[in-house]
């Protein structure tokens, strides 16, 4: 098992923003979670990453426990996340910031090697690789975020709403890229508000709900439930 979320609860002051969560994921997936905005998704991802703390439960690594490890030390381990909004930094181009991805990594060759990978991945980026990075387009920036998280060399990379803000061409574009990553070998943990589009791409899912997951299994299954058609489908 590559990662696994057992009995988590997360407060933020006196609410209880997850409430008993567990679910897992292995290698080499694709798992969505889906749910209405405050459902407690972000938190979730924050939770993995290190940002927030839980208050308790357990989430393993390869069967290694992190859930008290430092966020830095989260990404050497093997977790990259790309978060919601983008948060790349505007100021600099974009190879500085790809750089900044690999802060983690000692070997030059190496980072190098994945500079190459992500610029063959994303050629736009290449084009643009000394354009100020507040310059680029929506869809450009959320390329170059899933670039700079590939530049840490992730077993698994955590999606926060990576279609936000979108126009639908460029959500098809950024869900074909998620897809050929996982592909390559890079497990994948996927935010995302745009359910029909996650559970198309997804082997798995969850549904949250107020901090609480209500249904999980097959994304076909999830896809041909009526509750979810209803609820998140507009079916």
Known sequence: MLL????????????EAIKNVSFS???????ALIGANGAGKTTILHTISGLVSAKSGSIKLSGKEITKTPAHKIVEMGIAQVPEGR???????VFENLKLGAYTRNSQAEINESLETVFSRFPRLKERK???AGTLSGGEQQMLAMG????????????????????PLLVSEIFDIIKSINKSGTTVLLVEQNAKKALSIANHAYVLETGKIVLGGK???L?????????????
């Open 4 to 15: 696994e979320i057992k009995d988590l609860s997360v407060y933020y002051g006196v609410i």
């Open 25 to 31: 994921v292995e290698e080499g997936e694709i798992i």
């Open 87 to 93: 948060r790349i930094f505007s100021q600099l181009s």
């Open 130 to 132: 000394n354009q100020v």
């Open 148 to 167: 700079r998280a590939l530049m840490s060399k992730p077993k698994i990379m955590l999606l926060d709403e990576p279609s936000m803000g979108l126009s």
């Open 219 to 221: 994304s076909e299954d």
């Open 223 to 235: 896809i041909n439930n009526d509750s979810v058609k209803k609820a998140y489908l507009g079916e």
